[in-house]
């Protein structure tokens, strides 16, 4: 089946710092990534969508100046959190699809603590 | 707009029992799909089962069958003999469109909890 790996799973930083999370495709070439953040006890909020060699396509409320995407290759996206403040403490997790794939594929998340 | 409907925010369910997960959701894309993902406590999101919209038959995956009603537009989970090992939570996700870059979006979740 296909994989998705986050590095890293876990992370914690002091606030004002910033912090990149990669996502990467395993076994196959991922044309779209998408990044979600969770609160504890909630569902799962779509940040954006990327789509590899384009600008991201934020969401609503999401700023762009702030969580930074990269999708700089087929098997490659970052997600950079700037300046963070203990309020970006979250469970963050990207999902890659491919062209042959039929659904999206998750990694496991990395959770982001900012003191 | 789309929106995905999880009216069962808990619920337990003894060991080898059959438990139904209800999912609605809205659409006006003639083209869509609907899953069911798992989320244990580790928080990885686990892909259990997949229905298309144009699909004639419901979707099955082991243990996992999607009760799809189109018309009412329903998308319910069946997890046959339960095991302690399914206690976690479960999204119902619905995607729209034909583009493999249309994007997800989750219901609420159901936490689900399997007594011994």
């Known amino acids: 089946g296909a994989v998705v790996s986050q590095h890293p799973s876990w992370v914690i930083c002091k606030s004002g710092t910033s912090v990149k999370i990669e996502c990467r495709s395993l076994d196959f070439q991922a044309t779209t990534m998408f990044w979600y953040r969770q609160f504890p006890k909630q569902s799962l909020m779509l940040m954006a969508t990327s789509n590899e060699g384009s600008k991201a396509t934020y969401e609503q409320g999401v700023e762009k100046d702030k969580f930074l995407i990269n999708h700089a290759s087929l098997t490659l996206s970052t997600l950079t959190v700037t300046s963070a403040h203990p309020e970006d403490s979250s469970f963050y997790i990207c999902?890659?699809?491919?062209?042959?794939?039929?659904?999206?594929?998750f990694g496991p998340g990395t959770r982001l603590t900012v003191l | 707009a789309q929106k995905i409907t999880q009216t069962q925010p808990g619920m337990f369910v003894q060991e080898k029992e059959a438990v139904t997960l209800d999912c609605t959701y809205d659409t006006s894309d003639p083209s869509y799909g609907l899953f069911w993902y798992k989320q244990p406590s580790s928080g990885e999101m686990i892909f259990l089962i997949y229905q298309g919209s144009y699909d004639q038959q419901n979707a099955t995956e082991g243990r996992y069958s999607l009760n799809f009603q189109k018309a009412r537009k329903s998308a319910n989970l069946v997890i046959s003999a339960s095991q302690l090992g399914d206690s976690a939570m479960y999204f119902c996700a619905m995607r729209g469109g034909y583009s493999s870059a249309s994007k997800i979006i989750f219901g609420s979740g159901t936490r689900l909890s399997i007594r011994p």
């Open positions: 999902s890659a699809e491919g062209a042959v794939t039929d659904t999206q594929y």
